[in-house]
Every structure is written in C-alpha cells, then in structure tokens.
C-alpha cells in the first residue's frame, strides 16, 4: 500500500539553527499537508502544496513539493523554542479529497 | 474560534470492556474522521464520513469497533471489547469539505489495563 515517509525521526538544534525533514511518497500524490504536534496537543494544519515544485512560505519556514510530486520538505530558517513539537507530512490515501495517510513525523527539540 | 469538540479527554478500561467516545465537529463541516495515534507514530485513519455516510472504513477492525454520525454532525466510536493493543490516542478531525485542511479535536487517551 501507500506509504509516506519522513527523515529525520529526531532531531535536536541549539536556537537560531536551521531545521529541515523531508517527506517520500512511495507513490504520485495530488497534493501534500504538513502539520505541527506540540507536545501533549493535537496536530494543527500548516499548509497545503499542489503544484509542482511549489514552493510557499510562512515567515521562518518554507515548504516545497518536488517535482515529480513524490517528496516535499520544510526547512525553517533560525529556530526558536516555540518550534518545538513533531511536524507531519500527509498525502491523501488515493485521490484527492480522500482521508490522508501520515508519516511518522519528525519531532524537533531546541534548546536555547 | 470553533474548535472540535471530543469527550471524554482521558479513558481507563479493563481488557473486554466496552468504551465509547464523542466527537463534536466544527459546525457546518461535513467530513468528519477518527484516527487513531499510537505514541511515535502519525494518525492513522480508522473511518471516514461525509455527512452521515461512512465514505472510508478500510483500515476499522469491524469485529470490535464501530462509529456512527447518524444526523450528520456529532459521532460516537465504540470499542467492543477492548483490547490492551488498543491503548492509543483517538482523535477525531472535520473539515468543511473534503478537499481542505482538517482541524483535529483534542482528543481521547486511552488506557487499556
């Protein structure tokens, strides 16, 4: 079946470094969505990529969806404490519109 | 801000018992799912609905568990008998159409001794 994938699993900067986790689609999908999980809390939506090689930005971070529509990446610039949580990519089971299969997320610590 | 609402937060059973969660969407959306979050993983889906209509239950152990919407707005899972396997976070998420971000509610942990 489908299955999306994310690396790294963890990862731990000191303030103000940069942070990036890649997502892998085992197959074409029509549409990506990344989410935040703060510790103890729910997942809260970011953004949604379409296109091909979209690229969209939200202050310190930025999204971008491969060309082929397979990966996609968040990068954000200069980390903060309030980064802090686990970020999810997820694609839809099978076509658009359809419920989303997630990665198992990247958990971020910061330590300042 | 509209929130999804979920209850009970947290949940304690013995293995065989029956346990039951509520899901209060946003108002107005008519997609509604259940997933199911182990700790370390990402949700996994276990149904969807469109309005009332189960439209995905693919991944629902169907022997023990069961959801229902039946006015097309708030929606109860049930677990018939509780498993200790089945000791995760249950989340419940809407949105306004199926094609759009979905809003996660809190939530319900639960523990299966």
């Known amino acids: 079946g489908q299955q999306v994938m994310q690396i790294p699993q963890y990862q731990h900067v000191q303030e103000g470094e940069d942070f990036t986790t890649y997502c892998n689609s085992s197959t074409t999908l029509s549409n990506i969505q990344w989410y935040k999980q703060r510790p103890g809390g729910h997942p809260v939506f970011l953004i949604q990529l379409v296109k091909s090689g979209e690229v969209k930005k939200q202050k310190r971070l930025t999204f971008q969806f491969g060309e082929a529509k397979k990966n996609s990446s968040l990068h954000i610039t200069a980390t903060q404490t309030t980064d802090v949580g686990t970020y999810f990519c997820a694609g839809p089971k099978y076509q658009a519109g359809t419920a989303l299969i997630f990665g198992k997320g990247t958990t971020l610590s910061v330590s300042s | 801000e509209a929130e999804v609402a979920q209850s009970p937060r947290y949940k304690i059973t013995e293995k065989s018992q029956a346990v039951a969660f509520w899901c209060d969407p946003i108002s107005g959306h008519a997609t509604l799912y259940w997933y199911r979050q182990i700790l370390g993983q990402g949700p996994e889906l276990l149904v969807q609905?469109?309005?009332?209509?189960?439209?995905?239950d693919s991944q629902l152990p169907k022997d023990r568990f069961s959801a229902e919407r039946l006015k097309g707005v708030d929606s109860t899972l049930k677990i018939q008998p509780a498993e200790l396997g089945d000791s995760a976070m249950y989340l419940c998420a809407s949105s306004p159409d199926r094609h759009n971000e979905q809003f996660f509610g809190p939530g319900t942990r639960l523990t299966v001794l």
């Open positions: 609905f469109q309005d009332e209509s189960v439209v995905d």
